[in-house]
């Protein structure tokens, strides 16, 4: 068993707290009490998982899975009888919460308001729902009723109902922080007030039943979420200083103080909250996102399910003190995964293996070795959870009652309620489509968004997903496809919404949709695109477009500065990346790219720095390892680079670079050759050289690549036994012994620094002590399989006969299945290249090129070779 | 009222400190608008008596 390092814990949740305004709050010496608190513990920015769906995100804080896992997908379900939808309830939870887990371990627990926590579960301890402060009717003498279900032990219901603040005990004296021109401002029309005062009574609420159970019951675990922040921020963040051009002054003035004034109120109930608390019980502040609070906030917000996610920045905050915790250090890379894992640590108790995320052992002050268990949803025995009569799963209910509606059995609900129930069951797979891609689960997410978009054919959203998931998954033509048609459908809709009147366009779901995110978000996902296929000045142009369009997405602006990268354009890059940092300055990636720029601008000192920075955000990153050795090389500081590369080679044992650095410093700088030969043999045994191989089907002109690598210079190895014919007027430039690969590789070392043509389906058996640098052809599917046909003698069948279908989807398969192999392979750089761009443009095709095989080619040369003539069975649609 | 060797006004239309204060500071802050409430009932009814009177 681990040590227990925590007695008892409390994590309290600010939904939506976001650092970005609480240090300006501190500095200002308005939240004494976090500041105090943060300088007794660590603290940190804490990553969001997408979307960032506040019932998706504390389920995941609550168990340490993803949706797919605890089956939270957003704020609705459907009921039971698909009469309706509700309000996503605690029986939909399909794992066990940490409160689970400390029941079956003998502890007590009590929840406050946890999202989603209705009906509160039957735990040792006492539960408190999510609906208990929520506001359903005035208040009639003293009946205001609570929900079945909102507390756990029921008995106790009576005593806590009396802790609940209802709006209408508010006065000026609470509000005027808040709203300071609340006097002069019509109470009756302006929503946002009710909407403050809500907001304010369901946080006091929250407080002062959190702060009897904390006085009045024995605990080892407690969780008290606020929901206010995120609520202060929805309504008037807008409005948080300084003024934004465009907004009415009298609303500024009206709404400025809002979140503000919603954060200090939140730093006092904390001091009470801790000011309850013995000395050695553990405290966590986190939140599940940020809120955008700078030039970032999204000027409008689109018009579909889910929108004010947009609103939130993808970092939280996450504080933690406590018996055993530094004292005043910032920790890096938490994510709203690791809580679970790192509650269960704190008690000494394992951490299921299949928890995605890890427990935050570097706030600890000595070393802890975490336990693990290979599942806890395995393990059997009393967890308080609901019995499993009361836990349903809404989708699979909702499924099984559509049954009985086709089968004649029930009735359809009317129109309206079905159009609901389908909308939201498509955005819950939507939103659990996005929580696998955010995992990276590609294939997961397909299975979900293939069959959305089929029925959805005008939500561009859904094929937008499904396109990047192509995308990451190496489906590359169906990628292309799938943009293609998005951007027709997308014209379609721009075409019927310029013949609309504004009222029209006003009235339509999405009116806003079509100037905001989406054009721009399938250009970057054809901007990516663009970059897997090494197209890289294509890629910038639209990473650039789109850049000035979305100015405060940092991954377009990291697109850009990798793009630039490639093109050797370090200028530009540097400037990307420091638009990154503005954005966000821990982001190890967009240090790491602005050292690399640096470094390629000979300023080394400075690109140390920056390379520094990214690890002391992500210390497991190879590549910046790698970097810090190769400016220190540049700086003479030969010994220290020998410790960055060991580092490299130790995160990364098969960086060939950094073995071959270690090889040559031990040999020369350091006077080691013992130390050296450890490296040399190492790249002796693992990499016999390189090779480079001209790949892609027959016909998709392979022998014309072939051409133009030997007329830049490059050896080329082939035996010359097929001679030129009319079909290859200039040479096939094969080797006999390519043929035999799948069962002789001895041959391979004869390649060693030549090119070589190998067809696709060839590739997986390459021997994997080479390195390969692949430039595969790309041709459209028709004119290959016409120039196939023609060249078989069998041009007159395909005037004749149908187009061979058969043949097409065998070949798209192989190609699927030879580029997802390709993806899977660490030694292999891959360039394609499309056959008709080389035809119609070799210039940027052979830039690209250039840049692939790192070698100086002679463009006006190469240009001579790509002969349009033969260039003869062009589709008119390509 | 007296918490933790501190003091507090509780000021009749409460403050966003007692509400701060949690569950305490609001059965406090209640305590004292019941007896404010009472106060005008025994001050309303004293009037009505004193008119009666007269």
């Known amino acids: 068993m681990s040590k227990r390092i925590a007695k008892k814990v409390l994590v309290i949740g600010w939904d939506a707290a976001d650092w970005k305004v609480i240090y300006p709050l501190i500095k200002e010496g308005k939240m004494p009490t976090l500041a105090k608190f943060i300088s007794e513990g660590v603290h940190g920015k804490i990553k969001t998982l997408d979307p960032p769906l506040s019932p998706m995100l504390w389920t995941s804080m609550a168990t340490g899975y993803r949706a797919d896992k605890h089956g939270i997908m957003g704020f609705i379900e459907p009921l039971a009888d698909n009469s309706g939808i509700r309000p996503v309830t605690s029986t939909s939870r399909k794992v066990k919460a940490i409160w689970n887990i400390l029941h079956s371990e003998g502890m007590k627990s009590n929840v406050v308001s946890w999202w989603p926590s209705n009906p509160a579960e039957p735990i040792n301890g006492v539960m408190v729902s999510n609906l208990y402060q929520q506001v359903n009717k005035p208040i009639k003498g003293n009946q205001w009723d609570m929900p079945k279900g909102t507390v756990y032990p029921e008995e106790l219901s009576d005593k806590l109902k009396e802790f609940r603040v209802h709006p209408n005990e508010l006065t000026a004296n609470h509000l005027l922080p808040f709203l300071p021109n609340l006097k002069k401002q019509d109470l009756k029309k302006d929503k946002m007030i009710t909407g403050v005062v809500n907001t304010l009574a369901n946080a006091a609420s929250v407080h002062a039943v959190s702060t009897y159970l904390q006085r009045e019951t024995e605990w080892d675990f407690m969780a008290i979420y606020h929901d206010a922040i995120d609520h202060f921020c929805h309504i008037a963040m807008k409005f948080h200083p300084p003024h934004r051009k465009g907004l009415p002054k009298d609303l500024y003035e009206n709404y400025k103080n809002v979140v503000t004034a919603g954060y200090l109120f939140h730093d006092m109930m904390l001091e009470r909250t801790l000011s309850l608390l013995d000395d050695d019980t553990t405290v966590i502040i986190v939140s599940d996102h940020g809120f955008h609070s700078d030039h970032l906030r999204p000027k409008y917000l689109l018009k579909e399910p889910g929108a004010p996610a947009q609103e939130h920045s993808p970092f939280g905050i996450f504080c933690m003190k406590g018996p055993g915790v530094k004292k005043g250090e910032i920790i890096h890379g938490a994510s709203i995964l690791d809580i679970t894992p790192t509650l269960l640590n704190l008690y000494g108790l394992p951490i299921g293996k299949n928890m995605e995320g890890k427990p935050l052992v570097q706030s600890y002050t000595e070393n802890i070795t975490p336990d693990y268990i290979e599942d806890w949803e395995k393990v059997d025995g009393d967890f308080g959870m609901h019995p499993n009569d009361l836990k349903d799963d809404p989708w699979a209910s909702q499924e099984a009652m559509q049954q009985l509606i086709e089968l004649g059995y029930i009735d359809a609900p009317d129109e309206n309620i079905s159009i609901r129930i389908e909308t939201a069951k498509n955005e819950s797979q939507y939103y659990l489509s996005r929580n696998l891609i955010d995992a990276k689960k590609y294939k997961q997410a397909i299975d979900l968004l293939e069959p959305l978009v089929e029925n959805n054919l005008r939500e561009i959203r859904y094929g937008q997903r499904l396109a990047y998931c192509y995308l990451s998954t190496n489906r590359l033509r169906k990628c292309r496809a799938l943009i293609d048609s998005l951007k027709v459908l997308q014209a379609d809709i721009e075409k019927e919404e310029a013949e609309m009147t504004q009222e029209e366009l006003n009235k339509r779901k999405k009116g806003f949709i079509r100037e905001a995110e989406l054009p721009n978000y399938l250009s970057f996902i054809e901007g990516l695109l663009f970059m897997k296929l090494n197209r890289w000045k294509k890629a910038l142009k639209l990473f650039d477009e789109v850049s000035v369009k979305v100015p405060n997405n940092i991954d377009v602006h990291l697109n850009v500065g990798k793009s630039c990268l490639h093109r050797h354009l370090w200028d530009k890059a540097q400037d990307a990346f420091i638009v990154c940092l503005s954005i966000d300055d821990s982001n190890a990636i967009a240090h790491h790219g602005l050292g690399i720029s640096l470094l390629r601008r000979g300023l080394f000192e400075q690109a140390l720095d920056e390379f520094l920075l990214s690890l002391s955000i992500n210390y497991a990153y190879p590549s910046a390892h790698y970097h810090i050795g190769e400016s220190l090389v540049k700086l003479e500081k030969f010994a220290e680079a020998e410790q960055a590369f060991k580092a490299a080679v130790s995160l990364a044992p098969g960086m060939t670079k950094a073995h071959s650095w270690l090889a040559d410093l031990y040999n020369n700088e350091l006077s080691m050759p013992n130390k050296a030969k450890e490296h040399e043999e190492f790249l002796n045994k693992n990499i016999i050289g390189e090779i480079i191989i001209v790949s892609g089907l027959p016909r998709s002109g392979t022998s014309m690549m072939m051409q133009i690598l030997e007329a830049g210079g490059l050896n080329i190895l082939t035996d010359k036994k097929r001679e030129a014919d009319t079909n290859n007027p200039k040479g096939y430039y094969e080797f006999e012994k390519v043929k035999r690969l799948m069962v002789d590789k001895s041959w391979l070392p004869e390649a060693k620094g030549k090119v070589v043509k190998i067809i696709a389906q060839l590739l997986p058996f390459l021997p994997d002590n080479f390195t390969y640098k692949i430039v595969f052809m790309q041709r459209d599917m028709t004119e290959v399989l016409k120039s196939q046909q023609i060249m078989l003698g069998k041009d007159k069948d395909l005037k004749s006969k149908a187009f061979p279908t058969g043949l097409n989807n065998a070949f798209t398969k192989q190609l699927d299945s030879v580029s997802t192999w390709i993806e899977s392979q660490s030694n292999i750089d891959i360039i394609n290249i499309n056959y008709s761009d080389m035809i119609e443009s070799p210039e940027s095709e052979i830039e690209s090129l250039s840049s692939f095989l790192d070698k100086d080619f002679d463009v006006q040369k190469i240009k001579s070779v790509v002969d349009k003539k033969l260039y003869r069975n062009r589709e008119d649609n390509t | ?54």
């Open chain 2, 1 to 54: 009222m007296k918490q933790s060797e501190k003091e507090y006004e509780i000021p009749k239309g409460g403050s966003l400190g007692l509400l701060a204060l949690g569950d305490i500071g609001l059965v406090k802050w209640r305590e004292k608008r019941k007896e404010i409430k009472e106060q005008r009932k025994e001050i309303k009814k004293d009037r009505t008596k004193t008119k009666d009177d007269e």
